[in-house]
Nanobody
Framework: QVQLMEFGGGVAQAGGSLRLSCAASGSGFRLTAIGWFRQAPGKERELVAIVTSGGSTMYGDSVKGRYTISRDYDRDTAHLLMNSLKSEDTAVYYC?????????????WGQGTLVTVSS
């Protein structure tokens, strides 16, 4: 069974910073990509940032240049540094992991972390 533990988030003022972390665990699970999506009230879930096992990163257009994702490969953990926060960054941020048990691909979601940016 794969579990994602999420840390961080909370409340920040506009222009401030917050950090999220997400750790994947599961015996035999081979993590490939890990990152975050977010969903604001009344909006669809959207990509925030992903980092792959090869170190490639992908960012949503709305966070490019402000957010940085990194990965600790030894601990199957990802970190998201969110700078220059805006009120429109307010959302529930969901950690997402993709990997394999043997040859079976799995997509796993965290429970979500609320990020609130006050203007």
């Amino acid at each position: 069974q794969v579990q994602l533990m999420e840390f961080g988030g909370g409340v920040a003022q506009a222009g401030g910073s917050l950090r999220l972390s997400c750790a994947a665990s599961g015996s035999g699970f081979r993590l490939t990509a890990i990152g975050w999506f977010r969903q604001a009230p009344g909006k669809e879930r959207e990509l925030v940032a992903i980092v792959t096992s090869g170190g490639s990163t992908m960012y949503g257009d709305s966070v490019k240049g402000r957010y940085t994702i990194s990965r600790d490969y030894d601990r199957d953990t990802a970190h998201l540094l969110m700078n220059s926060l805006k009120s429109e960054d307010t959302a529930v941020y969901y950690c997402h992991a993709r990997g394999y048990y043997s040859t079976e691909q799995l997509d796993v979601w965290g429970q979500g972390t609320l990020v609130t940016v006050s203007s």
